[in-house]
């Protein structure tokens, strides 16, 4: 049986371990780091105001995590939900557990704008969400980030 549940602090080595080959397969542009993967470790599990994060079970089996990111849009005029990060251990991904993840965000959060990003060469995950109604922005996001 495929379970959804809040990361705990039990959860630390597998979760950094599945945030590790997430950010070092070639479907994601940037690496991470170590302290990222803590720090991203460390918000999800203490009840951030910002980011949750989830981890998937089959039966009692850990097979990937979610992470989610709130914030508010002008440009849409409500409170945002980025589904920041959505990983599957690949011998189980195209059993429909990214789109569970997906429906149980929906279901969540029903009344806030959904928002993600992903590579455009990562045609896959691209379709997903666009059977999901996402549509594609025609513009650069930038960042900036204090090292």
Do not use: Q
């Amino acid at each position: 049986m495929f379970t959804i549940r809040k990361i705990t602090a039990a959860d630390k080595e597998i979760f950094i371990n599945m945030m590790r080959k997430f950010y070092n397969s070639p479907l994601v542009i940037t690496n991470g780091s170590e302290k990222i993967f803590e720090d991203n470790f460390k918000n999800c599990s203490s009840g951030s105001n910002f980011v949750e994060g989830f981890i998937f079970c089959v039966d009692d089996e850990i097979i990937g995590y979610g992470m989610l990111a709130k914030s508010y849009s002008t440009e849409f005029g409500g409170e945002c939900i980025w589904i920041e990060d959505i990983f599957i251990e690949s011998e189980y991904r195209g059993r429909g557990y990214g789109s569970k993840f997906i429906e149980f965000v929906k279901e969540i959060y029903p009344d806030k704008i959904l928002r993600l990003e992903t590579e455009h060469e990562n045609l896959k995950a691209l379709n997903f969400y666009k059977n999901f109604g996402f549509k594609e922005l025609p513009y650069l996001e930038l960042f900036l980030v204090k090292d």
